[in-house]
């Protein structure tokens, strides 16, 4: 088990890596319900009991969920990549 203390909202956390991959890596965060997903040095955290965070839970658990939803999960962790990337670049303007 990999952990690693990370910085949300101004404070540091104890948090384990539950999933990574080209470009990201998916963490739980110890004492917040949610997850920090980090795009290289930037994290964003992703509140429980929103859409973002159930395919974010999706795609960490993927080995448990049908083999015939798999591509569809991987496709709407991807896009969801792609929306936090979009922002971050959309802030920097």
Same mark, same amino acid.
């Given at each position: 088990?990999?952990? =690693?203390?990370? =910085? ?9 890596? #539950? ?9 739980? #965060?110890?004492? $917040? ?8 040095? =930037? ?12 395919? #974010?839970?999706?795609? #960490? !658990?993927?080995?448990?969920?049908? $083999? !015939? ?14 929306? $936090? ?9």
């Amino acid at each position: 088990m990999r952990s =690693k203390e990370i =910085k949300i909202a101004g404070e540091k956390k104890e948090a384990i890596l #539950v999933a990574g991959g080209s470009g990201f890596k998916v963490y739980t #965060v110890s004492g $917040l319900n949610g997850w920090a997903l980090a795009l290289g040095r =930037k994290i964003s955290f992703i509140e429980d009991k929103t859409p973002e965070a159930q395919t #974010v839970a999706n795609y #960490v !658990n993927l080995k448990y969920q049908p $083999l !015939n939803e798999h591509e569809a999960m991987k496709e709407e962790f991807d896009q969801l990549i792609d929306s $936090l990337q979009q922002r971050e670049l959309d802030s920097n303007i």
